[in-house]
């Protein structure tokens, strides 16, 4: 049996701490091993505990949580989980703590952390043991394992349905490397989750402003966030990064980011394809959701897509890829040795639905030389 996720709980609210603790207590798979009410505290019981998960408060006093994110994650191998306000300075504090080494993020709310049947409860607990199990298995005793050995797959049957599932335990694969056409792909789309904020700031980094194509991204993020991530993508791209509206015409070196909390559909009239952004379904688990994302480009687009599943819980993207690759589209997916979470490429991967696996450094500099 596997042992429990070792936990480290830092905010500067006893109040809170406890809830946390209560919560992650409350299933087995995680064992909480301490707390701290600040960022210096922090340093220190990370450093003494050696936990593999840490949840992190980002404004406390004496240090703030970006700072001993910072520093911590530069000293030893663990998860850092922020949980963030639902503001936009949140957000922004947020992207910055991402930036500085921690993983992934949670909205930081007292009254659901009073229920620990809450929604924000479960989430916390399913976060705590993907991520945190992600980085026993890669960084056991501080050292990185390596990925394993993986066999070519041929394309399962096809399905049209939307509805993001749970990974399929079967074994990821690696297809052997096929290289594009340059002038075949007249739209590249992105999904992402878990470690995708500073994936795809790699990705976009590396493309000029001359790339010829638009970009279309589902990042699953709250609402608030989604306008503070495309405004600081924007900042450090080359291409022109924006928060997708809706009726917005594609145009070629502009990445569009799917708003927080909605669905992002591609819809053509003639030679125009638009972007349609309306309400979530409630039937949906994400909002966005790379499969509506994907399976509307594959309506609109057709086989003239290059779609590329990036590291993220879940299985998101898996159905839509298939409907994409079905019209003749390029499926890449990050490697699983690159991945913050390989849960959505290893899905498209073990589905024998991807072309191939390619590592986060190689992905940007593929697109911008063979697109």
């Known amino acids: 049996m596997a042992l429990p996720v070792r936990v480290l709980v830092v905010d500067d609210s006893n109040f809170f701490c406890q809830r946390v603790v209560d919560i992650l207590n409350a299933d087995p798979e995680i064992r909480v091993v301490g707390v701290a009410n600040n960022g210096q505290d922090a340093i220190r019981k990370a450093a003494d505990l050696k936990p593999d998960l840490i949840t992190m408060d980002v404004?406390?006093?004496?240090m703030d949580?970006?700072?001993a994110t910072r520093n911590i994650?530069?000293?030893?191998?663990?998860?850092i989980l922020m949980l963030s306000s639902l503001t936009y300075e949140g957000a922004r504090m947020t992207l910055d703590a991402l930036n500085a080494g921690a993983v992934d993020f949670l909205l930081k709310s007292y009254e659901d952390v009073q229920n620990s049947s809450s929604m924000t409860a479960t989430l916390l607990r399913e976060k705590v043991r993907t991520i945190g199990r992600e980085f026993q298995r890669k960084y056991a005793g501080g050292v990185a394992r390596p990925a394993p050995s993986v066999k070519p797959?041929?394309?399962?049957?096809?399905t049209t349905t939307l509805r993001p599932s749970a990974p399929a335990p079967a074994k990821p694969v690696e297809p052997a490397r096929v290289a594009l056409r340059k002038g075949t792909v007249k739209l590249v789309a992105i999904g992402s989750s878990t470690g995708g904020p500073v994936a795809l700031q790699n990705v976009l980094g590396a493309l000029p402003s001359s790339f010829p194509v638009p970009i279309v991204i589902a990042q699953h993020m709250p609402g608030t966030f989604t306008p503070a991530f495309a405004q600081r993508l924007d900042s450090i791209c080359q291409i022109r990064v924006s928060e997708a509206r809706d009726g917005d015409v594609l145009q070629r070196g502009h990445a569009y980011l799917a708003p927080g909390g909605k669905q992002m559909t591609l819809e053509r009239s003639g030679d125009t394809v638009r972007l349609r952004v309306r309400d979530t379904d409630a039937?949906?688990?994400y909002a966005p959701?790379?499969?509506?994302?994907?399976?509307?480009?594959?309506q609109a687009v057709g086989g003239a897509v290059l779609a590329v599943v990036m590291t993220g819980m879940g299985a998101d993207g898996r159905e839509g890829s298939r409907m994409l690759r079905n019209k003749g589209a390029t499926i890449w997916a990050q490697d699983e040795a690159s991945c913050v979470v390989y849960g959505m490429p290893q899905a498209v991967t073990a589905a024998g639905i991807s072309h191939q696996s390619i590592s986060l450094p190689e992905i940007g500099p593929r697109m911008a030389t063979e697109v």
Do not use: H, W
């Open 289 to 298: 959701c790379v499969d509506v994302l994907f399976g509307s480009a594959a």
């Open 65 to 67: 949580g970006i700072t």
């Open 283 to 285: 039937r949906l688990q």
């Open 73 to 79: 994650t530069a000293n030893q191998k663990v998860a």
């Open 153 to 158: 797959a041929t394309p399962t049957s096809p």
């Open 59 to 62: 404004e406390m006093p004496v």
